[in-house]
């Protein structure tokens, strides 16, 4: 395989965060290598202007080696989300041994420079109200998932590499919200919103736009920062008030009971009760529970002081084309 020069890779492009990344990189006109493993692009991606699409599992390191030459820039968007008691040990395997087997391969390939998305999931779960820094040290705790965990162990490897000669940036995105696959991640919280679910909890959480993500990562790649992580977050919103946005965009009942730690505890055991017993989607579980009743509070000062010009997109903006989008996916339906 000859490819051309200054091409980008972009792992885990057909995945949310992947398939807006892929999209900008075309529209700046940039050479680039999309991989995808076991879900293939959206028919409309796949002509895109300067996108070529291969399959390959990075957890073969010699299909890693080959997609890697010729490479400048490396994107690493792959990973697994999920907060399944049963995914447990497919998520510390493929989220931290993928991520070592690209950061090899990027030193080996003497890559330009890599830019990881990691989560403020990886930086641990504080309740006692104190701001969240890019400085926060990993501490094990119940309020962190296995998902935070998996993660922190892959920004290591980024670390790790990063000690061997790599230059590389990592982000820590907040909940990202945009449109995508309104039965999947956080976009489904749009359908959630519009089926009037009444339920809400008092958690606060750091929440991002996911065209904010991707100028950052961009941004980023473009300029001199080396060997920094930063949070990226609009800012930190409690889920009654987003709930609330996404209901008053769609025109819909906003949540109007709110759950407590105790409800929602019932909820998650009821919910993997019936998991267990019928096979059914598990919508809910203990960390999920946990999550939606924690008050965390992040800090995106850091990514403001590197990159002066970059503003983020106002929340309810972001709710807004995001409700648009979804209402006319059901229009199209009908």
Known sequence: MTPPPHTVLVTGASGFVGTHLVRFLSQKGHTVRALYNSRPPAADMQSLPGVTWLQCDLLDVFAVDEVMQGVSDVYHCAAIVSFKPGDKERLLHFNVESTANV????????????????????????????????????????????????????ELEVWRAMGEGLDAVIVNPGIILGEGDWSDGSARLMKIAYNEFPFYTSGINGWVDVADVVRAMYELMQSDVVDERFIITEGNHAYKDIFTMMATALDRKPPHIHANRWMTNLVWRWNMLKHRLTGGELTITRETANTSQNKNFYSNSKLLQFLPGFRYTPMPQTIQRMAQAYLQQQLLKK
Do not use: D, F
């Open 103 to 154: 950061a090899n391969a990027a030193l080996e390939h003497n890559v330009r420079k890599l830019v990881y998305i990691s989560s403020i999931a990886s930086l641990g779960r504080k309740t006692n109200g104190r701001e969240i820094t890019e400085e926060e040290q990993w501490e094990e705790s119940g309020n962190n998932s296995v998902y935070a965990r998996s993660k922190y162990l892959a």
